[in-house]
């Protein structure tokens, strides 16, 4: 600690060049911080205990092949499962089209299979007897300032209703809330609206679903019902693959793209890029303080401090700007979140993210300080003090 | 008095390139403890290497040195520095002073390979500050201090940890005359009050004048001896 002030000193001897040296490291470790929570909570994905009770029955071709609706019945009789419901993906979005919801036309059981979130009786009464009734998550809710007994007008980007227009209009007659006040759920940010309705009333998709839910009794019986649910349509023209939701959560985003890989080759290429610049910036400050390192070695300072002070620089500066900016993403992220209306779940920046964070951190401190601290050490008193 | 410093037969080669230079031609000198020695000769003469060699900043090709009974040549570089740390302090032409830190902070370098406590280092440095006529500027950074101020922080930083012996080499070959005359009379204080043996490299026949002896050296070879 007694050289801290030594090396403190060294690191603001050029102010604006550390300074923007910072600038980009907090960056890299903001984006960093937003990334890794991304990839941590697409990781996380459908990873509750109800989840391994529930599993999803979708096309086995691509989950945008439908299947037919009469599929339930026979799922029913399957032993083991409790009840199925279904869904079909409705892509509504609100005022703008840049304002996407979650909107899914579902079986009228759908909610019951969500033990972890619910409406009132009388919201639910209100919603089996009202044929355009949708319930909304309370977090859209509040996000729009929906209230029950508002018109919702949603645009579809897939489906037209009857009169070939893409605007939809619907009755909010229930608010979903999760079970637990603490909790979060993603259908406390979703629209639910009859699927009978949808059905009806769009020309295209006339008794066809686009998955199906269905809660088992006992969830170590959860393979052998899959199996079995999947014999159902073996050897059809709409064979099915059946997994945990949480499974076909990660199927589902594997679809999309391998979001661990392409988080890990952004960061790859930003941390590349910070490594080449702070290591640019080491090697300038470094050389432009050979005199002064020289004065150092002169007054007795081993060539092994001299190694350990450039080190402990390079790791400080790197760690500076490293923790102001995960510090950052861990106050942006939840701020962002909440300004999303539920749509974006940013966790917070965790325990492993910090953990791996700051080994990041060290981590390009040294590899960033390593040459010109080796050069400082190695350095020849009489030849550094004569500007050779 | 005894010796402080005892140099056999000392040689010096550089390799540059291909080529082999022998700056210094075995020299044997003796430097008593107390002197005030002043190293003359001309650019190349071999002055600053028999400087380095006897701070304990460079090695010898061949020969010896023995300083306060310690030979030195001997020394590896760990030790080396270590010695420095407890028997040397270094005064330089352009003052080498950290120019980030305080005077203050300068003076307190040495005493960061000591063992003194924060406040101990502060008091110390303070004390050093004050013998040199600086204390109202320990806050100033280099930049704020004229030449003349600059050199006498790098004294203070140079006798804060009370070293047998002070090397500087041409101390006031940046300094105007006035300045170069303060810095000169506090190296003698330093010497007739303080006790310390001073070995100073200069060009300057005046600068020299201070000094107890003078010694000439041409082409590596000490070449004359004499007494101020």
Redesign the interface.
Same mark, same amino acid.
């Given at each position: 600690m007694?050289?801290l002030?030594?090396i403190w000193?060294?690191l603001?001897?050029r102010k604006t060049r550390t300074f923007l040296t910072l600038v980009s490291i907090l960056t890299a470790f903001l984006l960093f911080g937003m990334l890794d929570g991304v990839r941590t909570s697409f990781a996380n994905v459908g990873k509750s205990a109800a989840g391994a009770k529930r599993l999803q029955t979708g096309s086995k071709l691509s989950f945008i092949e439908t299947l037919p609706q009469s599929l339930q019945a026979r799922i029913a009789q399957v032993p083991g499962a409790e009840d199925v419901a279904y869904a079909n993906w409705f892509g509504g979005a609100y005022q703008d089209p840049h304002n996407q919801v979650f909107s899914f036309a579902v079986s009228p059981n759908y909610i019951d299979i969500y033990p972890e979130v619910d409406v009132t009786p009388a919201e639910r009464k209100a919603f089996d007897r009202t044929r355009t009734g949708v319930l909304v998550g309370d977090v859209l809710a509040a996000k729009y300032h929906w209230k029950v007994g508002d018109k919702l007008p949603l645009q579809s980007n897939i489906y037209p209703n009857r009169d070939g227009s893409k605007n939809w209009s619907f009755d909010i007659v229930g608010i979903i809330r999760a079970t637990r006040p603490d909790d979060k759920q993603f259908l406390q940010g979703a629209v639910l609206m009859h699927w009978k309705y949808f059905d009806e009333s769009n020309p295209y998709n006339r008794g066809r679903v686009g998955w199906y839910v269905t809660s088992v009794a006992d969830a170590g019986q959860s393979d052998r019902v899959a199996r079995a649910i999947d014999a159902l349509s073996a050897n059809s023209d709409h064979e099915t693959k059946t997994m945990t939701e949480q499974a076909a959560m990660a199927s589902w985003v594997k679809q999309m793209g391998d979001i661990g890989f392409i988080v890990v080759s952004i960061m790859g290429a930003v941390f590349f890029t910070l490594l080449l610049l702070t290591g640019n910036t080491m090697a300038q400050a470094v050389r432009e303080r050979t005199?002064?390192l020289a004065?150092?070695?002169? @007054?007795?300072?081993?060539?092994?401090a001299v190694l350990a002070l450039v080190l402990a620089e390079s790791v400080l500066l790197v760690l500076l700007g490293g923790v102001i900016g995960l510090g950052l993403a861990a106050l942006l992220g939840p701020i962002m979140s909440a300004g999303s209306g539920g749509m974006l779940n940013m966790p917070p920046v965790g325990a492993a993210s910090w953990a791996l964070g700051v080994g990041l951190m060290i981590a390009i401190g040294l590899l960033v300080g390593v040459l010109p601290a080796w050069r400082a050490m190695r350095l020849n @008193?009489?030849d550094a003090?004569a500007g050779r | 008095m005894g010796n402080l410093i005892e140099i056999r037969d000392l040689a010096k080669v550089y390799t540059r390139g291909k080529q082999k230079v022998e700056v210094l031609h075995h020299i044997n000198l003796d430097i008593a403890e107390g002197d005030f020695l002043a190293l003359m000769g001309p650019s190349g003469s071999g002055k600053t290497t028999l400087l %380095?060699l006897i &701070?304990g !900043?460079?090695t010898a090709t061949a020969g010896s040195i023995g300083v306060g009974g310690q030979r030195i040549d001997q020394l590896g #570089? &760990?030790a080396l *520095?270590?010695w420095? #740390? *407890?028997n040397v302090g270094?005064v330089?032409q352009f003052y %080498?002073l950290? /120019?980030?830190?305080s005077a203050q902070?300068n003076v307190e370098? /040495?005493l !960061? !390979?000591t063992k003194l406590s924060?406040s101990e280092r502060r008091q110390r440095a303070s004390i050093a500050l004050q013998l040199v006529g600086l204390a109202d500027r320990a806050s100033h950074k280099p930049s704020e201090l004229s030449g003349g101020q600059q050199q006498r922080v790098a004294i203070a930083?140079a006798i804060v940890s009370d070293p047998t012996l002070l090397v500087c080499d041409e101390p006031t070959g940046d300094l105007d005359r006035q300045s170069a005359e303060d810095v000169l009379a506090l190296l003698r204080t330093l010497n007739r009050e303080h006790g310390k043996t001073i070995v100073m490299v200069t060009h300057d026949p005046k600068a020299a004048e201070y000094a107890n002896h003078t010694l000439h050296l041409d082409k590596g070879t000490l070449v004359e001896q004499a007494v101020a």
């Open positions: 007694k050289y002030h030594l000193a060294a603001f001897r005199s002064e004065v150092l070695k002169t @007054i007795g300072f081993s060539s092994r @008193i009489v003090l | %380095n &701070g !900043l460079d #570089a &760990g *520095a270590k420095r #740390a *407890a270094f330089f %080498n950290m /120019p980030m830190l902070r370098l /040495p !960061l !390979l924060s930083r």
